[in-house]
């Protein structure tokens, strides 16, 4: 593996002069290369990039989120997403391509206050999100805790290949969901609970530390003994 | 009329020509907003909050390619000897709009279509070159809401008081002066994106008031540059995703 360079970067700041290829959060002035976001700068044979620590969510296809139905109409359910746009869940995705208004009501399915897991199966900067709950484990989240962090921090908080959210998950008995728009669920025993919240919190403010991961494995393990 | 400068060459609160008040910002004093910032720069105090991007209300105020930058800036009934009524007045209408059009070209709002981002300014005690403030503060504010940025902007005044040319005036050195000349630049990028001139000067004077204010901007940006990195990294290593 190559050699990665990391730098902390506020907005406007010089990250580096050359041929590099931009790849996010940065822009390119003439050969100079700028942050556009406070955060950590990579600077990598792959290019330049800024992990940036704060930031609304901004939806990409793929991405899985948790909502919560703030309205309705004959045709589709708008969902609050934790994002600077409404979602719109079609009733059609839910209740069959056959569906009619005349036949099934929307409320009795999903009412004003529901959270529901959903995935973002179109968007563009054009249009609204479009949700989808076809998919294993979708759907309305029946019980849980919800811990709402900075959408910025959520890759963080699912580490390397999942790896923090397995440590948290096996130390508290509990199952994290995690949606990208930075609300997470906790379901599990409730001393489970209150520690998996005090680990997210602390993945929340300490996101750009090296000493993370260790941070969080003594909070977990020191709690465990009490 | 009052001696603006003393035999000595020092200004009326004892500051040389060539310097700055006293300057602090705070990164992130406001729980509940996007972003936020606190500044003083000598007895001025301001708050900035940010919102958003967030949907647009009215809706028809939505643009289909950008966002919508609001700014609003306030000061409190108490930010003067005398009560100034809470409305917002002719002066404060005009200062929300020359702080949003100063901010403007430094923010990346391509990024946000249909959406809207407001800046309130909230002016808690008031001593000339509030705008300045209140647009360094918006920058910092800005930055910790995370919104896209091409630079940050720095703003500082530059004027003419007793026929010399000084930095940073006070409310009596802008009163009682011969010209202010509040500038913003974006500091890394080399640009100027607010320019306002009021009183008269020599074109000579102009541009050592011009050449002053940009590097009081710079010292400006420092400190705007050392409240984010303390906010936002404190001390520690630079960890990995």
């Known amino acids: 593996m190559s050699e990665v360079k990391r730098k902390y970067v506020t907005p406007g700041e010089l990250i580096a002069t050359g041929n590099y290829k931009p790849i996010s959060n940065v822009i390119k002035v003439k050969d100079n290369f700028y942050a556009i976001k406070i955060g950590l700068a990579e600077i990598s044979h792959e290019g330049i990039r800024v992990i940036p620590l704060s930031g609304p969510y901004i939806p990409k296809v793929d991405d899985l989120v948790i909502g919560k139905i703030v309205d309705y109409s004959a045709f589709s359910w708008e969902v609050d997403i934790n994002s600077c746009f409404f979602a719109y869940l079609p009733a059609q995705s839910v209740f069959g391509r056959n569906f009619s208004p005349d036949r099934e009501s929307l409320p009795e399915r999903f009412s004003i206050g529901d959270l529901i897991y959903a995935k973002v199966v179109t968007y563009d900067r054009t249009r609204n999100p479009i949700l989808s709950i076809s998919g294993h484990g979708l759907g309305q989240i029946p019980k849980g805790e919800m811990v709402k962090i900075g959408p910025a921090k959520v890759p963080r908080l699912i580490g390397k290949k999942g790896s923090m959210i397995k440590t948290i998950e096996s130390a508290t008995n509990c199952r994290l969901i995690i949606g990208q728009n930075g609300i997470i669920l906790i379901v599990g025993p409730p001393d489970g609970v209150l520690l998996a919240t005090q680990a997210i919190r602390m993945v929340e403010s300490e996101a750009h530390l090296a000493s993370l991961v260790k941070d969080i494995q003594s909070l977990l393990s020191g709690s465990r003994e009490v | ?39 003083e720069m000598g007895k001025n105090k301001i708050v900035a909050a940010v919102y958003g991007p967030k949907e647009v209300h009215p809706k028809h105020l939505a643009l289909p390619d950008r966002s919508v930058l609001r700014c609003r800036y306030h000061m409190a009934p108490f930010s003067v000897d005398v009560r100034k009524p809470p409305q917002p007045s002719r002066r404060e209408i005009e200062i929300s709009k020359v702080i949003r059009e100063a901010l403007e070209p430094a923010l990346i709002l391509e990024e946000y279509p249909r959406t809207a981002i407001n800046i309130y300014l909230e002016v808690l005690q008031a001593d000339g070159g509030s705008r300045c403030a209140g647009i360094t503060a918006s920058a910092v504010a800005l930055a910790d809401a995370g919104i896209s940025m091409r630079d940050m902007v720095v703003a500082c005044a530059a004027g003419k008081i007793s026929g010399q040319v000084v930095i940073d005036l006070d409310d009596t050195e802008d009163k009682e002066g011969d010209a202010d000349l509040p500038i913003a630049i974006m500091p890394n990028l080399n640009q100027v994106t607010l320019f306002q001139l009021d009183g008269i000067m020599a074109p000579e004077e102009f541009e050592k008031a011009f050449n002053m204010a940009v590097s009081a901007c710079h010292q400006i940006y420092e400190v705007q540059r050392e409240a984010l990195i303390d906010k936002y990294f404190g001390k520690g290593e630079a960890g990995e995703e």
């Open chain 2, 1 to 39: 009329m009052v001696e603006l400068i003393n035999e000595k060459g020092l200004r009326i609160d004892g500051r040389g020509v060539d310097e700055l008040r006293p300057l602090r910002i705070e990164v992130g004093v406001l729980k509940n907003a996007d972003g936020s910032s606190y500044i």
